[in-house]
T-cell receptor, first 116, second 111 residues
Framework: KAGVTQTPRYLIKTRGQQVTLSCSPI?????VSWYQQTPGQGLQFLFE???????NKGNFPGRFSGRQFSNSRSEMNVSTLELGDSALYLC???????????????FGEGSWLTVV | DQQVKQNSPSLSVQEGRISILNCDYT??????FLWYKKYPAEGPTFLIS?????DKNEDGRFTVFLNKSAKHLSLHIVPSQPGDSAVYFC??????????FGKGTRLHILP
């Protein structure tokens, strides 16, 4: 079955602009999480959605927002882009929000955002 | 505050030998731990997990050990193969809460 699909894969934006990234989870998965990866910082949790509701939120400014649609697809938006927002943005999906064996979290290949 | 720490940014191991990747955590409430592997230009892929009620979990060449008193877990890869060269992320969560990742350790398998 198809994996987690993220679009676009690569994009370049200018400071002050806004960007929307899209994520299609694995079919049947209802939980979607977003992470930011920057060099030397690992994967930093942005937010998690389940059944169109935000369940968890990381420590990012309000410029970072997300939503989930009824078909479980998710989008994240970053407004007023800063140079420091340049990163790999990863989306992950799982069947539900339960943590444990049997609910493996699968990642997409990510969207590379460069802010110039 | 960094709740999951991977103190070795990189590690080099001879092919065929054992690779041991270490991870420390500070939150004693964590009850589920995972290891992910990441190749360049790809998303992380799940390797192995362990719940806090166990101290060891094995899957083929991969074994994860959990020492709750020391708040430490380790991933053992035996024997190490060239395809194991990647960045390995340790992660942990409190039940139903967000998953916290470490900064990763880059493993180089030497021929």
């Amino acid at each position: 079955k198809a994996g987690v699909t993220q679009t676009p894969r690569y994009l370049i934006k200018t400071r002050g602009q806004q960007v929307t990234l899209s994520c299609s989870p694995i079919s049947g998965h209802r939980s979607v999480s977003w992470y930011q990866q920057t060099p030397g910082q690992g994967l930093q949790f942005l937010f998690e959605y389940f059944s169109e509701t935000q369940r968890n939120k990381g420590n990012f400014p309000g410029r970072f927002s997300g939503r989930q649609f009824s078909n479980s697809r998710s989008e994240m938006n970053v407004s007023t882009l800063e140079l420091g927002d340049s990163a790999l943005y990863l989306c992950a999906s799982s069947l539900n929000w339960d943590r444990g064996p049997g609910n493996t979290i699968y990642f997409g290949e990510g969207s590379w955002l460069t802010v110039v | 505050d960094q709740q999951v720490k991977q103190n070795s940014p990189s590690l080099s191991v001879q092919e065929g030998r054992i690779s041991i990747l270490n991870c420390d955590y500070t939150n004693s409430m964590f009850d589920y731990f995972l290891w992910y592997k990441k190749y360049p230009a790809e998303g992380p892929t799940f390797l192995i997990s362990i719940s806090s009620i166990k101290d060891k979990n094995e899957d083929g060449r991969f074994t994860v050990f959990l020492n709750k008193s020391a708040k430490h877990l380790s991933l053992h890869i035996v024997p190490s193969q060239p395809g194991d060269s990647a960045v390995y992320f340790c992660a942990a969560s409190v039940r139903d809460d967000k998953i916290i990742f470490g900064k990763g350790t880059r493993l180089h398998i030497l021929p």
